[in-house]
Structure formats: C-alpha cells, structure tokens
C-alpha cells in the first residue's frame, strides 16, 4: 500500500505561483509513474503532470507548458509541482497520482487551488 498527502494548495491572484508537494509513504516498491492530476467544478478529472520513477522523464497537459514543473525526490518519496503564472482556468482540486507495474493507481486526497482576484 502507498498513501499519498498533497500540501501547498491556496488562494492565489492571477500571475501567482504555489508550489504543491506531494509526500508518499509505505511500499513504494514497484511504483514506475507519480503525478498530478485536477478536478475543476463540474469536468472530469484531468492529468497535469506526471514524472517517471526512472529516468525522471515529464509529461505535461498542454495548457501547463511552459508554466509548471514537476519534479521528484526520491530518497524523500516526494512530487513537487511548481506552478508559475497561474490563471483562473487553473483552479481545481489537484490530487498525486501514482502507479505501480501492475498499473495499480493511488490518489491522494487532494488540495485546493483557486486562482482569483
């Protein structure tokens, strides 16, 4: 079992940064991906960013290029996504994926971001 804890949600003004964190624990044996993934009101949970174990290799959503980095700590099992330039379109609930070589996923229980002025 893997438990996932996201921290660093917040309200922030248009142009603003946050900087979200996310801390894993238990058996991380196995797991090969972690993200991020958001949920606005009403629309379906969307990916954002995710980063290999291995490698470090990222992939981002189209809207967040150029705006957002992920990256990971491995020796303290933690996500981090920097997020620069914020819009109000950004606002959603974040939440830390991770998945395992038997494509077993993990969430965590999600943090808000709101992007308002």
């Known amino acids: 079992q893997v438990q996932l804890v996201e921290s660093g949600g917040d309200l922030v003004q248009p142009g603003g940064s946050l900087r979200l964190s996310c801390a894993a624990s238990?058996?991380?044996?196995?797991?090969?991906?972690m993200g991020w993934y958001r949920q606005a009101p009403g629309k379906q949970r969307e990916l954002v960013a995710t980063i290999t174990t291995s490698g470090g290799i990222t992939d981002y959503t189209e809207s967040v290029k150029g705006r957002f980095t992920i990256s990971r700590d491995n020796a303290k099992n933690t996500v981090n996504l920097q997020m620069n330039n914020l819009k109000p379109e950004d606002t959603a609930v974040y939440y830390c994926?991770?998945?395992?070589?038997?494509?077993?996923?993990?969430w965590g229980q999600g943090t808000q971001v709101t992007v308002s002025s």
């Open positions: 994926h991770a998945i395992n070589v038997r494509h077993f996923n993990y």
């Open positions: 238990g058996s991380m044996f196995g797991i090969v991906r």
